[in-house]
């Protein structure tokens, strides 16, 4: 009874609060947007889907959407015209991440690149990102790694014989890929706890995709009353093992190569200035960054752009016949066909615009107050920009913007010269504007060259009628696995070569 009382006088406080609050704002015109429950908002509003509400919200309300999450004024974008407003023209004022649990308790408290807040050491962080991992030169340098991965993917489904779970196989692959470039070694083999990562991997996406109460009710967070934050801790100490084993075992390795926790380690040596100093922390927040976007992104599109072209053998036909023509039967995909391959490459626009692997961007707040198309924008705010919405609107997509048709991006089709590096704004898987995702390179180059090799190397047999539902979580991921057997199409001898350039 006692903890009733405490949480309802709580309860009231909070609820004055937020009157007051609005009555600061009254004055402004904010967005339109629902109403919200007294204390929590629209929290209850969302749902597990939430990309898919607030598209459902934005049909009533606008493509700029108002809405209050407990105390917080958080605004949603869903159409590319406003996403440019913001992500371009006021792209300094939102540069910031809000503070979240999130962050807080699995991403170092704050530690990381994707969360730090925007200045001298956020910046040198995605500095060291770009020259190590995705610059042109780089991207150069370990193509031979990314073709002997997806090489021994390639092996091990032509030798399956049975169904095999595809995004599984092609997290690991993509995850081995990363880490020979990151920790200069291959973290998994056949069955060394492949399964066991990206389990943990797909247990943070789902806990960072819900909207915890007490990230928006600061009165309630002590509570914890969705168990978010224990589950969060609980998570980060099985990240933070696997992460001191990585840096433990290099450090013990004979051959140390130039990946990039060499060059972090001796960083954290040489650097003394404290704003830039790089601690065992921070190396450790980078990685887990590195190794939980670049792996769960890439698997998610791989798998979508599979499922669609399965369900569309007219359209995968067309794309086996232009590989076909490019690389022949006899030797496996190389990345330097991809700049010759189109269609494929629509594809994969086409895949990203139906299933972006991040559905809702990742969260900016407001650092002043501003104006967007004639609404008040306070300062503080959060904002959302719904990538998967933008996808499907139908003034940007004027022809059946529900259907997977990669036509639209050949010569001759309404999207023709559309690209997904941030400046078209109807098409930002990777986002845009300062905070865009620093791995786009390494990512959209990486997607490419699976999907052709898988398209290439097999046909793909099976009975299913492939459940298109989405699961919950701020990443897309299928909510049914694709499992399918995979038919080798090409000559023996082109499975059977160690690795390919």
């Known amino acids: 009874m006692t903890s009733l009382l405490i949480l309802f006088f709580l309860a009231l406080l909070a609820s004055l609060f937020f009157a007051g609050c609005r009555r600061s704002h009254s004055h402004r015109r904010l967005p339109p947007g629902p109403k919200g429950w007294p204390v929590l908002g629209s929290i209850p509003h969302l749902g597990s889907k939430p990309h898919q509400t607030l598209y459902a919200l934005s049909k009533n309300h606008g493509p700029l959407l108002h809405l209050r999450l407990g105390s917080v004024h958080v605004i949603v974008v869903s159409t590319a015209t406003t996403a440019a407003h913001f992500l371009r023209t006021h792209d300094a004022n939102f540069s910031n991440r809000p503070s979240n649990s999130g962050a807080e308790h699995i991403a170092y408290n704050y530690r990381d690149l994707v969360f730090a807040p925007y200045g001298p050491r956020w910046r040198m962080l995605r500095r060291l990102c770009a020259l190590q991992l995705f610059s042109a030169k780089a991207l150069e340098d370990l193509r031979h790694v990314r073709g002997e991965e997806i090489a021994r993917l390639v092996r091990l489904f032509s030798r399956a014989g049975k169904p095999m779970d595809v995004g599984a196989n092609v997290n690991t692959c993509v995850t081995n890929a990363l880490s020979l470039a990151v920790v200069g070694r291959r973290v998994f083999g056949s069955d060394d706890g492949a399964a066991e990562f990206k389990e943990m991997v797909v247990e943070l996406m789902r806990l960072a995709g819900v909207f915890n109460v007490g990230d928006f009710v600061p009165a309630l967070a002590w509570l914890d009353p969705q168990g978010i934050v224990k589950k969060m801790k609980k998570l980060h100490k099985r990240f933070d093992g696997f992460l001191n084993k990585l840096i433990i075992e290099h450090q013990k390795m004979a051959d140390k190569s130039n990946d990039l926790l060499s060059v972090l380690l001796k ?107 004639g609404f008040f924008i306070p300062r503080g705010a959060t904002l959302l920009v719904n990538v998967w919405a933008i996808g499907r609107d139908p003034v940007a997509w004027p022809d059946e913007p529900l259907a997977f048709q990669p036509d639209r991006f050949l010569p001759g089709g309404l999207h023709h010269g559309v690209d997904v590096k941030g400046g078209d704004f109807e098409l930002i898987p990777f986002g845009a504007g300062r905070r865009i995702c620093a791995g786009l390179s390494l990512g959209l180059r990486m997607v490419q060259f699976m999907v052709a090799t898988l398209v290439h190397a097999f046909d793909w047999a099976s009975d299913d009628q492939f459940d298109m539902e989405e699961a919950s979580g701020l990443s897309l991921r299928r909510a049914v696995p694709l499992v399918v057997r995979p038919v080798p199409r090409l000559s023996r001898e082109a499975y059977d070569k160690e690795f390919y350039t």
């Open 267 to 373: 960083l954290k040596e040489e650097t003394d200035e404290e704003r830039t100093k790089l601690t065992d922390i921070e190396i450790k927040a980078l990685l887990l960054n590195l190794f939980v976007a670049g792996t769960e992104t890439t698997s998610i599109a791989i798998e979508w752009a599979l499922v669609e072209l399965i369900r569309s053998p007219g359209l995968l036909g067309r794309v086996q016949e232009e590989l076909d023509s490019v690389v022949g039967r006899d030797r496996l995909v190389s990345e330097s066909d991809l700049s010759g391959l189109p269609l494929l490459q629509a594809v994969v626009k086409e895949t990203f615009r139906l299933h972006p692997s991040t559905p809702l961007s990742l969260p900016r707040e407001a650092a002043e107050d501003c104006e967007v198309d």
